[in-house]
């Protein structure tokens, strides 16, 4: 296959967007035929007809659409009668882009750069997601549904950001019933139960082709601390409309999206009393992970979620239930870092009594 046909196969197209552009970007494939090979510090090319590519200088910048794409700064060119090898080392989109902006919607209706991303629709029973000296836990049941719909919008001016917005918008519903036999422990395990294939969406700004992946998934995410030994059986449902994300705007800084309209039901069928010390949090997650050119991007995770805590002066059991979302990952525009790695942004983690 062609780098050309590679270029497209898979991904939405988006009509070119007014930008600027760094003159030292060379867009690939329109200078090499092909036989491209990507590697993680590097290209490598045929030398037949890819002459051209020797001209490249250090400091250079190297674009592809082809898969998940790929944003390069060159290091070093080489050839021989058979080959051009280029080292590279990821380079970021502020790098490339002086002026422009993206604009994506993935999911869901109503925008003309609306994309089809799959849903969300995930269900388990009686799987054994940790087993170990010190705890089992077993997923009885569990499931989660959403159809997410994903804005990202980012506009770059002088190299700066002047605009960002990353909102998952959508109905959730989830159920979750564990059965966890602890000894001793204080964990925080956190468990992927499923992931999707990546989905590839491709806009042109200018001669700057931007490749976005998004990637769905569900975790289940405990906090467990027990002394003692017994058992303790969860249940949890819930269901949620929402809005989940990240603004920001030069003139008013950064805000939180953060709109939820819940219900949420909890129990407890079972539990020994022959805990000394209880508390489990138990969340399960659907999470949506942007990516630019295939490298680290945002996320957002939202879900339902269930505290039990044995109550040491009555001797028995409080449990609440209730939705948490975050906002974390990390994302770089040149020197502004829009995501760090951590802390996650939380957005909201709500917890009601339920008995």
Known sequence: MSLAATLVAGCAIAAPTES????RVTVLPHVPGPGMTVRADGLEFPRADNDALLDLAVGDLVVSGAGEGFLRKVDSVAGDPDRIVIATTDAELGDALIDGSIEGSFGGEGKADTYQL????????????????????????????????????????????????????????????????????????????????????????????VVETVTTSVHLKLEVIARGEG??????????????????????????????????????????VTFAELGIRAWLVARADVKLYGLAGPYVAVGPQLEVVRDLVEHDFDGAAGFKGEIGGELKLGWFNVL????????????????
């Open 340 to 355: 760090r790695a951590l802390p996650e942004y939380e957005l909201f983690d709500r917890l009601d009594p339920v008995f």
């Open 20 to 23: 600027t552009v760094d003159s």
């Open 231 to 272: 058992t303790v059986r969860l249940h949890a449902d819930a269901s949620a409309l929402l809005e989940a994300g990240l603004r920001y705007d030069a003139g008013a800084g950064w805000s939180p999206v953060a709109e939820l309209d819940l219900q949420a039901s909890g129990r407890v069928p079972q539990a020994s």
């Open 118 to 209: 799959p849903s969300i629709g995930f269900s388990v029973g009686n799987r054994t997601v940790v087993s170990n000296a010190a705890m089992t836990v077993n997923v009885v049941g569990a499931s989660i549904a959403l159809a997410p719909e994903i804005d990202l919008d980012l506009q770059v001016a002088g190299r700066q950001l002047s605009r960002f917005e990353m909102v998952v918008r959508g109905k959730l519903t989830g159920s979750i019933d564990l059965a966890i036999d602890a000894r001793d422990v204080a964990v925080g395990p956190d468990i992927v139960l499923w992931e999707s294939p990546p989905a590839v969406f491709y806009q042109q700004l200018g001669i700057l082709p």
